[in-house]
Nanobody, 124 residues
């Protein structure tokens, strides 16, 4: 049984920062690529960032490039998303997910396991 638990969300003013964490159990994170997606009310789930097994490849959505940083600590089975210079349009539920292959890393269909998500709200 795989369990992914996100934490670190909350309410922050525009320009502020948050650090999201994703804790994995039941699977060794080092065997998977990991992605972060977000979903705002009434919108489709949107790719945010991903990180390869070794951390050597980290694609980002254009909307977050230069502001967000994804990282992983395989020894702790953890993945992080540091979010700086937050904007109201970043408001969404943020989900982490595990992918066994890299082929569709920017698409939700490319992932095998999902967390329940953590709410991020950015006020203007």
């Amino acid at each position: 049984q795989v369990q992914l638990v996100e934490s670190g969300g909350g309410l922050v003013q525009a320009g502020g920062s948050l650090r999201l964490s994703c804790a994995a159990s039941g699977r060794t994170v080092s065997n998977y690529a990991v992605g972060w997606f977000r979903q705002a009310p009434g919108k489709e789930r949107e790719f945010v960032a991903a990180i390869s097994w070794s951390g050597g490849s980290t694609p980002y959505a254009n909307s977050v490039k230069g502001r967000f940083t994804i990282s992983r600590d395989n020894a702790k089975n953890m993945v992080y998303l540091q979010m700086n210079s937050l904007k109201p349009e970043d408001t969404a539920v943020y989900h982490c997910a595990l992918a066994a292959s890299w082929g569709q890393i920017m698409q939700p269909i490319g992932y095998d396991y999902w967390g329940q998500g953590t709410q991020v709200t950015v006020s203007s």
